[in-house]
């Protein structure tokens, strides 16, 4: 009999019609997964798939502090806990005041596809508040840490639910939410990952992403028989996953020529070198600096309003935020003849965007498979605290590159190919949908 996809759709659109980036991923999934659903009927229990794009549990707090100044101050704190069928819940925690409820439904059904893929047992969920670190000094953010800690303390632990860091939650703030978690337990809860190493933290955690998604693209460029080495990449934003995918990419040949904010593009023309890279890892990381700082420094321009796709690349790594890379610069990107297109955000590419690539013969790369790196070094620090002991930097590295090759061959497994390439989206979201499926179907309903 067959599932009624469309169905289910409208089901969603009439319950959520305000939720634009939920139903952009909901949307997305279904529509990858339908063919393959017309063609395994064991995989057809409609019963499961509707549980499977509704969160299991919808928490949402105030979280309500006093600031150094001694001001009181409000906020409201969430996480979404979405399914727990492959393993405890795990996902990233966001200090944004742009957060609402449909980012981070979105952000956590995109978690339990990407945790479902890396192979681990791990569940998905995402959360956060609307807090702006960047708004405050570093006493007022260990205070909020500590307040939102208070709150959330007794939701996560080692086998319910063990948050990392995302956007405005770097090791700093982990320290902080771990910390305080720690003395409201009375005990090492291992409740959180991204932590630095003398907090139990892990080789490459912050590495990780940025690197995982480059281990990602050298199959990608495997498979196209292309060398990385003199390859021109652009890549979009600043942070963590953009600086360490351009550490990566530099060591492995390849010239990167931008890095971004929201305020434009800083291009370097020859590529950034190591020396280059190194004073901008201090600029964001320690300064919390702009981009536009670099023209200060070093012989670059900078393209106040620009982004990186309005530069000709061969390989694009949006790192930025969700729906950052629009029809309009997919339809550049195709011009300029750019080979491969590799999320290194959450869905930082419009549902209109993926497309263009996957009709215009762009190998692309979507974000639940080409950035999981985190989330696999998350568990592999799970892992060491559980049996505390701490790996050495060459072993989390190689393990981290042999999870992305098997993420990539799983993608290649389900997805089919399409202009001589394969098809990377369909297989993403097919491969990770079958474990969750399976998993939820011999759980029974509950």
């Avoid at 449909?102 to 569940?123: D, I, M, R, W, Y």
């Avoid at 190194?278 to 536009?292: H, M, N, P, T, Y």
Wanted: hydrophobic residues 35%; proline residues 2%; glycine residues 10%.
């Amino acid at each position: 009999m067959p599932i009624d996809v469309d169905g289910i759709l409208s089901e969603l659109h009439e319950k959520y019609e305000n939720q634009t980036e939920f139903l952009q991923a909901t949307d997305s999934f279904l529509f990858k997964i339908r063919d393959f659903l017309k063609e395994h009927e064991e995989f057809r229990d409609e019963g499961i798939i509707r549980r499977m794009v509704e969160p299991d549990r919808i928490i949402d707090f105030r979280v309500s502090w006093v600031d150094s100044d001694n001001k009181e101050r409000l906020n409201r704190g969430y996480r979404v806990q979405f399914n727990k069928a492959l393993g405890v819940y795990k996902g990233g925690l966001r200090f944004h005041p742009s957060v609402n409820l449909s980012v981070f439904k979105f952000l956590a059904f995109e978690q339990t596809l990407k945790n479902s893929l890396t192979g681990f047992n791990l569940g998905g969920a995402k959360g956060g508040a609307d807090f702006n670190p960047r708004d405050y000094n570093d006493s007022d953010i260990m205070r909020f840490c500590q307040a939102f800690a208070s709150n959330f303390y007794f939701y996560t632990n080692y086998n319910t639910d063990v948050p990392a860091g995302d956007i405005g939650v770097g090791t700093k703030e982990i320290g902080y939410l771990a910390g305080y978690t720690d003395k409201l337990k009375n005990s090492f809860s291992g409740s959180y990952t991204g932590k630095v190493m003398e907090l139990a933290g892990s080789h490459l955690r912050k590495e990780a992403t940025g690197y995982g998604c480059l281990y990602f693209v050298a199959q990608m460029l495997k498979d196209l028989g292309r060398d990385p080495k003199g390859l021109t990449m652009n890549i979009s934003g600043s942070g963590n996953v953009a600086l360490y995918a351009c550490e990566k990419a530099i060591e492995m040949g390849m010239k990167v020529r931008t890095l971004s904010d929201s305020g434009g593009v800083v291009v370097f023309e020859d590529g950034i070198t190591d020396k280059q890279l190194k004073w901008i890892k201090e600029l964001k990381f320690e300064k919390r600096g702009r981009v536009s700082e670099c023209t200060d420094k070093f012989d670059v321009e900078y393209h106040e309003g620009k982004k990186s796709w309005d530069i000709p690349c061969d390989i694009a790594l949006p790192c930025a935020t969700e729906n950052e890379l629009l029809k309009e610069d997919a339809e550049t990107l195709i011009s300029n003849d750019c080979l491969i297109v590799a999320e290194g955000a959450n869905m930082p590419c419009t549902s209109e965007a993926v497309d263009l690539f996957l009709d215009n013969g762009v190998f692309y790369a979507p974000g639940k498979a080409s950035n999981a790196g985190g989330v696999s070094v998350s568990a592999l620090e799970m892992t060491q605290n559980q049996l505390r002991y701490s790996w050495e930097k060459s072993k989390v590295d190689s393990l981290l590159k042999k999870t992305m090759n098997e993420i990539y061959d799983r993608c290649k497994k389900y997805g089919g190919s399409s202009w001589d390439v394969p098809n990377l989206a369909k297989g993403a979201n097919i491969g990770g949908f079958v474990r969750v499926y399976v998993a939820m179907r011999d759980q029974g309903v509950f």
